[in-house]
């Protein structure tokens, strides 16, 4: 299939290609579906990652790869690149996604029944890495402040540190839009630091930063960074990760959990497609962020005139709309109408507490089918 990998407005049919997305919003939904919600992209990744895997599969053997030291070796130039840090030689190392990584972590640096610090809301595998593990899940709630700017609830935080061994930071923050500053982060982890909690921070969506975004080791060397290509090239589906350790006991005892667990590696396609995106992809993203700052924008614009009850903060990050819609009806109308119009996105309250009332939109789509998708949502909410 030949394409403009910057031609963002191109609709490209996702159906039957297996996607969660689309093909799975019927049964995840009960029925057909605009689909909003799953995080990943309508759009063609870049077309350097296809010809590199394409390059590779021409190759007829696929035999188990190696532990991948391009992609390593790519991995910390691209943070160096695009994020400014570069990890010491040796620290970075592989795993086979980021949620697997997530609940790996929880293994390694608690006990079961020791508390773990999560701020919802929040992506809800963070709770759920705490659940299965048979940890306690210590909920810290962000604080909102009505016009949907999100902070952290420091007083709480201090009193919670004192308990936890852990504590597990979405950075950017997934649903709420923050990027968080420097001097928030900096604030954390000197409160952490000082309690002998260690952050494991996810950074899975950095790259589609708008602000300016700190790796949290950059700041406290004493820390796990997780990420990977798969949020911000749409290359999820591969699989695999990386995991940033620049202190030595923690790196040995996360790496002696993901050996245990066996998830440190990271098939053939995967550590083709990173090692092309981080290599050769920085200019389709640059014009991805672009595409994306314009539909947060047209998304702003339509809320205004449409939905003006709509609490709707632009994201400082990415694609994921945060909408607070309580002034539309309860949880469960919402839901009932959202069937009605056959649109499908995330419910706030999966979010865990904080959730309520309000929904996550994922507008990472051509701008013709947000535009469909805002339709619905008007008529989801003026019923
Ligand atoms: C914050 C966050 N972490 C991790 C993931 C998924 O990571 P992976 O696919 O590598 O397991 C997502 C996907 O939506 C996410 O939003």
């Not at 809320?303 to 009850?309: D, G, V």
């Amino acid at each position: 299939m030949a394409y403009d990998d910057t031609d963002f407005d191109k609709v490209i049919p996702r159906q039957g290609t297996g996607s969660l997305k689309w093909d799975g919003a019927h049964a995840h939904f009960g029925g057909e579906v605009l689909p909003m919600w799953v995080a990943d992209m309508d759009f063609a990744v870049p077309r350097i990652v296809i010809a590199d895997l394409q390059k590779r599969l021409e190759h007829p053997i696929f035999g188990y790869p190696s532990n991948g030291p391009d992609m390593l070796q790519a991995a910390d130039d691209w943070m160096a690149k695009r994020h400014g840090w570069r990890p010491e030689p040796g620290v970075t190392g592989m795993v086979s996604g980021v949620v697997p990584a997530l609940f790996a972590a929880v293994r390694a640096f608690t006990q079961p029944g020791d508390p773990v610090i999560v701020m919802p809301p929040v992506y809800p595998p963070f709770m759920t890495a705490v659940r299965k593990n048979a940890r306690e899940l210590l909920l810290v709630p962000l604080q909102n402040n009505g016009a949907g700017v999100y902070e952290m609830h420091w007083a709480a935080l201090e009193n919670a540190v004192r308990n936890a061994k852990l504590l597990l930071l979405c950075s950017p923050h997934n649903p709420t839009g923050r990027v968080w500053t420097a001097s928030e982060l900096q604030r954390l982890g000197a409160l952490c630091a000082s309690a002998g909690c260690v952050v494991v921070s996810d950074e899975i969506h950095a790259d589609l930063s708008h602000a300016e975004h700190t790796p949290f080791p950059a700041l406290f060397p004493r820390s796990v960074l997780l990420t990977s290509a798969g949020k911000s090239f749409n290359i999820a589906g591969m699989g695999g990760g990386i995991a940033i350790l620049p202190d030595p006991e923690l790196r040995q005892r996360f790496h002696d959990e993901i050996h245990r667990s066996q998830i440190h590696q990271i098939n053939t396609c995967a550590l083709t497609a990173m090692t092309s995106a981080w290599r050769h992809g920085a200019e389709w993203q640059t014009a991805l962020r672009g595409y994306l700052a314009d539909n947060a924008s047209f998304m702003g614009e339509y809320l205004t005139h449409a939905l003006p009850a709509v609490v709707y903060r632009r994201p400082e990050f990415g694609y994921l709309a945060w909408l607070d819609v309580h002034r539309y009806g309860s949880d469960e109308t919402l839901a009932r109408r959202l069937r009605q119009t056959r649109l499908g996105l995330n419910p706030g309250p999966s979010f865990g507490p904080g959730g309520e009332g309000f929904v996550r939109l994922n507008f990472a789509t051509p701008r013709s089918v947000l535009e469909r998708g805002l339709e619905r949502l008007q008529q989801t909410l003026l019923g």
